[in-house]
Each structure stands twice: as structure tokens, then as C-alpha cells.
């Protein structure tokens, strides 16, 4: 078997698509193996790979070793399989993970987190408790290492367990788990990648439909995360949102306020990829779906006033994303709606002007005349606005055809 | 021996084997009463033409006149399972020429694949003392299929008589050529690539790398 595993080795250091190759080896020696033809020389050549991926200094040589590895436990695992994985990964795997290097630890960690759950199938059911419980201990460890790249690993390792095995895991270990990843490592100030891994592996869990109940209280625990110096981060957070949006359970507006997303979509509006996701979250919100089947109504045009009056920079930012999400007919038509309106307004402000000015001149200022140029004066600043916006809906519609960016 | 007087055993010229039909016209020219007449008039011209077809230049037109009654021979083997002595005669002149010639040409290269898919057909029907035709069939297959040319047939048929592997003496000097072969496989694209190529490996892992190490071929791979 040395030879052929000699072969192996260097065939997946010399090999640049080492990760393919690795795949090809890994299901021939998966498929020479099996509960009725044992060989324990191929069971010692796969323990030494396991071995060297966990040593290997080069990270090539690693990513092709560990996905020579998976094709042992990516496949349906008998009875048989579990004991031998336990038996090929048990002397190393524990031992390296409590390994002084860094780079060990981290990799030792990958492997152990693909492999999970080791089982033994032919031991006592305390046995076997035993072994899982070990498992969890290992994993509430790694998320605590000192090294920030083992701890992004074992956040990213833990989330994609938590949505794999939800309901076979107890729910006291899913929330101590849970606990730590978003009050401690979303907000680990001493790494980008760790807080990152923290959020995208709390967005990949959300695609368990049982973790949501859980998640409903976790998730207002992350909300500062929208104000993250790494735009990754923001971006990734601003994900889940949009991923809640569209979940029966929990609402958007209960992790993060409109009026907090109004004032980071001002903010970010150089960032053309935060906004895109932002404009996404709040679309439906603006531009409910009609019912009559008509794309455009009245009710979008008294959304679009209600924004204008909540944060005017946040509506020319969002209605400057409106050709990425409507048609440009139903665009038109929301502009010529926009219009009328304007023209209605001025109407009445003519209108109102020619009434108010005799008076004006005549006498002392009426209590009703005093309102009357209140209104007249939020008209005159609302309508102000609404050309605004429907110039940025225009210069949007202009910029759609050549993809460029709207300088505001 | 000529190539005339071959084919005149059977009634034919070489000017009626022109053209793609040309095998099967031959074939039902053969009877059993010209049939066995054929073979041996065929061992004996294969062994004549040996010494020209197993030299260094290689003689493209010797090989030719060859290619033509191994094609006679190998239609006969697919078409017929219960062969007189005389087939099984020359199966051994068949061997003998497959193992000799080491000419690259386009004619030689056909020769040798046709001469190999003769033994290969009998031994896939278990003929009279099959296995001893294995040693030949692997090796030559081993190697075509290692070249940088090979293509997925070649694979194919390595795959289908992978079971010879099984009866070859692994403790014998003579197979070391053939498992550093296999160990070359190992890291050969066209094995790796292909569903016949990956069984072909798996085979060989499970039966000589593994088990017991005991197994006599463990000890050269391991």
C-alpha cells in the first residue's frame, strides 16, 4: 500500500486541481473498504493521510487531504463506517486539537468539524454518550481558542452542526452554543473574520425552519452588527434581514427600526452592494404587491410622501435603486403619478396664494390663515422634495441602461 | 506460406477480402471441413512471419498480410464458442506474437490489438486452459493503456479481464514489470477519469493491497 500511497501524496502536491484529484483517490479507497473485505493496511494508510492533513504545512497539500478524508463521511454511513472513522480519527484528532501551533489546532479542527458526529455503533449506549458529549465539549472549546483563525473556523463549523443536526442535538447545548456565537463572537473586536463567520453562520442556520422560535430572541442580540466597521460584516447582517423578511415567525423591524435602516441607507450609499440589499429588504414595504393585478397605485405614491417625510436622503437613495426592482413602464408610470401630484399641489398653492394675499395685505393674521401657511409652507418644502426624488428616479432610469453608479 | 495459400483453404482469394464485409464473406467461407485445414496453415504462416513482424524496423507489409487472417481468426472466436484443437494450437503462436512484437506502426499496433481480443474472447467463453493467455492479455493491455494515446476501451477491456490478476504468480520475478504497471496506473489520468478505470483501481486495492498481509501481491505493492 505505501507505494500507492506514496503515489497519492505526490500526485497531490504536484497536481495544481489537488482538491479534485483528492476526491478521485478518496472515493477509490472509500469503495476498497468495506465491512466485508477489512483491510487494515488501507485503514493505516488512511489514518497516516489523516495524519499528515492535520501536520501539513502547505495548504494546498491540506484542502486536497481533508477533501480525500470527506469522501469517507460524505457518503451514508453504515454501522460499520462509524466505528472505522472513530477508530482512524480518535488517536489523532483529540490530541492535535489541544496542539500548541495554531495552524494545527485550526486544521485538526476543520477535520473534526466534517467528521462530526464520530459515533461508535457497536459500543454500550453510556459509551457512546460519552463520546458525543466529548464532541460537544471539544466544540464549546474551539469557539474559545486564542487563535482567532481556529475560532472563525469552529464558529463556521458549529453553525453549519447546529443546522445539520438541529433536532437530534439537546436543546441546552444548541443554546449555551448559540449564546456564546452571538453575544461574544459577532462582536469579537479583536477579528473581522471571526464576527463575519459569527453572522454567516447564524444567516446559514436560519435555513433550518427549527431553529427560528430560538432565533427570534437571538437575533435582536446581533443588531449592532448594521453598524460594523467591516462593510463584509454589515452586508452579511443586512443578509439575514432580508433572509427574516421573508420568515412567518420573526420580523425584520423587531431585530433592527426602519428608522435605523433609513439612516444606514443614507450612509451607505457609496456602497452600491449594502444598498442593493437594503433597498431589497425595505422594497415591499414601499411597493406592497397590489391585488388588482395593476403594478402601480395610489398607495405606493402615499408610501413614497410617507418616506419623504420620515428621511428625504434615505427615499432619493432608495428610489434611486427602482430600476433594479421594477420595470421601467411600471417606473414611468410611478413618475407620472408623482407628477399629477405635484401638479395638484401647486394647484392648491396657487390657489391658497391668490386667497391669502388681499387678506394678508388688509389685516392682522387669522388663526386659520396662520395654519393655512403652515400647510402651505410643508407643501411647498414636500413638493420641493418630490421633485427631488422623481429627479433621482429619472437619473436612475438613465444610469439602469449603463450600469453606472448615480452620483448624488 | 504465402497468404494465398492460407486463404485458398478456404476457397477465397485475398482480392475477395477487400473492403469492410471482408470478415464476415471469409467467415461464411469457413465450414468444418476447411476450418481446421485454416488454422493450421494460419499457425504456421503467423510463425513464419514472425521474425520480420518482431524486428526493430518492423515490416509494415508482413504485418498487414497478419492483420488480415487475425481478423479471419478473431470473427471465427466471436462467432463460434466450441473450437476445434486446432484453434487452441495456434492461440499459442497468437501469444507468442503478442508478447514479440514491439513495433509502433499503424499495422503492427492493429496486429497486436487483434491477436490480444482473439485471447481475450477465450478467455472470457473459459476455453481449454484459459487462464494461461491472462499473462499476455494484462500485459499488453496494461501497457496500451498507459500510453499517453490510450483511450477509454482500452480501459474497458483491461477492466473486463481484471480476474487475470487473480491467477497470475505475484512471487515470480517475471511480474515485476507488471506491478510496476499497476502502481503506474495509479497515477494515470485516463484510470482516474473513468468509471472502468476507478473499478479497475478499486479492484486492485481491494485484492492486493489490503486484507491480509498475507496476500502475495500485498508485498510488492506494500
Not at chain 1, 77 to 82: A, D, N, P, T
Not at chain 1, 104 to 118: E, G, M, Y
Request: hydrophobic share 40%.
Amino acid at each position: 500500500m505505501e507505494p500507492v500511497a506514496a503515489i497519492i501524496r505526490n500526485n497531490l502536491i504536484a497536481v495544481s486541481s489537488a482538491k479534485e484529484l483528492a476526491k478521485v483517490y478518496g472515493h477509490l479507497l472509500q469503495k476498497s473498504v468495506s465491512a466485508d473485505s477489512h483491510s487494515p493496511d488501507i485503514e493505516e494508510t488512511i489514518q497516516n493521510f489523516l495524519h499528515d492533513a492535520v501536520y501539513a504545512a502547505d495548504a494546498k497539500y491540506f484542502a486536497g487531504l481533508r477533501a480525500l478524508i470527506k469522501s469517507f463521511h460524505d457518503v451514508n454511513r453504515s454501522s460499520w463506517l462509524e466505528d472505522f472513522l472513530v477508530r482512524i480519527f480518535d488517536p489523532i484528532i483529540w490530541r492535535s486539537m489541544k496542539c500548541a501551533n495554531a495552524t494545527v489546532r485550526s486544521q485538526a479542527s476543520q477535520l473534526f468539524l466534517d467528521v462530526f458526529p464520530l459515533q461508535k455503533q457497536s459500543s454500550k449506549p453510556e459509551e457512546c454518550d460519552a463520546i458525543i458529549q466529548k464532541q460537544f465539549d471539544q466544540l464549546a472549546q474551539l469557539l474559545k481558542d486564542a487563535d482567532h483563525k481556529v475560532r472563525a473556523i469552529a464558529t463556521r463549523g458549529v453553525c453549519t452542526i447546529l443546522r445539520e443536526y438541529w433536532d437530534a442535538l439537546p436543546i441546552s447545548t444548541i443554546q449555551t452554543l448559540l449564546k456564546y456565537i452571538c453575544d461574544t463572537l459577532a462582536v469579537d473586536t479583536s477579528s473581522v473574520v471571526v464576527r463575519l463567520a459569527a453572522i454567516s453562520g447564524i444567516h446559514d442556520i436560519l435555513s433550518q425552519p427549527l431553529s427560528h422560535s430560538m432565533m427570534k430572541n437571538l437575533l435582536p442580540l446581533l443588531s449592532q452588527s448594521i453598524y460594523d466597521k467591516s462593510d463584509r460584516v454589515r452586508l452579511e447582517f443586512i443578509k439575514i434581514l432580508v433572509t427574516v423578511k421573508g420568515l412567518r415567525e420573526i420580523h425584520f423591524y423587531d431585530i433592527v427600526s426602519v428608522d435605523t435602516l433609513f439612516m444606514r441607507l443614507v450612509h451607505e450609499r457609496h456602497s452600491a452592494e449594502i444598498v442593493g440589499e437594503l433597498t431589497s429588504l425595505l422594497f415591499n414595504s414601499f411597493f406592497p404587491p397590489s391585488e388588482q393585478g395593476s403594478t402601480i397605485n395610489k398607495e405606493h405614491v402615499k408610501r413614497c410622501l410617507n418616506m419623504i417625510d420620515q428621511n428625504l436622503s434615505a427615499a432619493e437613495v432608495f428610489y434611486s435603486q427602482l430600476h433594479l426592482h421594477l420595470p421601467t413602464g411600471a417606473i414611468a408610470k410611478f413618475v407620472a403619478m408623482l407628477s399629477n401630484v405635484l401638479d395638484t399641489t401647486a394647484e392648491a398653492l396657487q390657489a391658497s396664494a391668490g386667497q391669502l394675499g388681499p387678506q394678508s395685505e388688509a389685516g392682522p393674521v387669522s388663526k386659520h390663515s396662520k395654519r393655512s401657511r403652515t400647510g402651505k409652507a410643508i407643501k411647498e418644502v414636500r413638493s420641493s422634495s418630490m421633485v427631488d426624488v422623481a429627479l433621482y428616479i429619472f437619473s436612475s432610469l438613465i444610469c439602469a441602461d449603463q450600469r453606472k453608479p448615480l452620483s448624488i | 506460406m504465402g497468404i494465398d495459400a492460407v486463404l485458398s483453404t478456404l476457397h477465397i482469394s485475398i482480392a475477395d477480402l477487400e473492403g469492410d464485409g471482408a470478415p464476415n464473406l471469409a467467415f461464411k467461407a469457413m465450414n468444418p471441413t476447411n476450418v481446421t485445414k485454416f488454422f493450421n496453415s494460419a499457425a504456421e504462416f503467423l510463425t513464419e512471419l514472425s521474425p520480420s513482424l518482431t524486428s526493430e524496423e518492423g515490416d509494415e507489409e508482413s504485418a498487414s498480410k497478419a492483420l488480415i487472417i487475425s481478423r479471419l481468426i478473431l470473427k471465427y472466436s466471436t462467432e463460434i464458442s466450441s473450437r476445434p484443437m486446432e484453434f487452441i494450437r495456434l492461440l499459442t503462436s497468437i501469444g507468442t506474437l503478442l508478447s514479440a512484437i514491439d513495433v509502433e506502426a499503424t499495422n503492427s499496433t492493429q496486429l497486436k490489438s487483434t491477436l490480444c481480443q482473439i485471447l481475450e474472447q477465450v478467455v472470457a467463453d473459459k476455453d481449454n486452459n484459459f487462464s494461461e493467455y491472462y499473462p499476455d492479455i494484462l500485459r499488453y493491455l496494461l501497457l496500451e493503456s498507459l500510453k499517453p494515446t490510450a483511450k477509454d476501451s482500452v480501459i474497458k477491456r483491461l477492466n473486463n479481464s481484471r480476474l487475470g490478476f487473480l491467477a497470475l504468480d505475484m512471487h515470480h520475478t517475471e511480474s515485476n514489470g507488471v506491478r510496476n504497471l499497476l502502481l503506474r496506473a495509479f497515477a494515470n489520468p485516463l484510470f482516474l477519469k473513468t468509471s472502468e478505470g476507478n473499478n479497475f483501481l478499486v479492484f486492485i486495492l481491494q485484492n492486493f493491497a489490503g486484507k491480509s498481509t498475507n496476500t502475495p501481491m500485498f508485498r510488492y505493492l506494500s
